[in-house]
């Protein structure tokens, strides 16, 4: 069973960073397009960023405005996304999804096989 296992969230100042990871086991992964969503309180869930196995990497820019970085350590089959600039409106529980097969639509939370269960992230002084 595949499982995904997110780490890294918290209580952050506005202006800070976080670093996110996110482990898959359960399975191989070849192939493979693993992201990252989140949710705040009283809002739809929301693409953050992905990344294929062969390393394209698509981010939200409405949201992410350059600030995020994501990565993919394939050998430890995790994915980490590093968080700078944050604001209170990056608050969310933030979940890690994947893809086993690389699909064609990366931001929709349906074209995804498996989520972790989330990391709370807060942004607040």
């Known amino acids: 069973q595949v499982r995904l296992v997110e780490s890294g969230g918290g209580l952050v100042q506005p202006g800070g960073s976080l670093k996110l990871s996110c482990v898959a086991s359960?399975?191989?992964?070849?192939?493979?397009?693993m992201s990252w969503f989140r949710q705040a309180p009283g809002k739809e869930r929301e693409f953050v960023a992905a990344i294929t196995w062969f390393g394209d990497i698509f981010y939200n820019t409405d949201s992410v405005k350059g600030r995020f970085t994501l990565s993919r350590d394939r050998a430890k089959n995790t994915v980490y996304l590093q968080m700078g600039s944050l604001t209170p409106e990056d608050t969310a529980i933030y979940y890690c999804?994947?893809?086993?097969?690389?699909?064609?639509?990366?931001?929709?939370?349906?074209?995804?096989?498996?989520w972790g269960q989330g990391t709370q992230v807060t942004v607040s002084s």
């Open positions: 359960g399975s191989t992964f070849g192939g493979s397009t």
């Open positions: 999804a994947i893809q086993l097969s690389q699909r064609d639509m990366v931001v929709n939370g349906h074209d995804y096989d498996y």
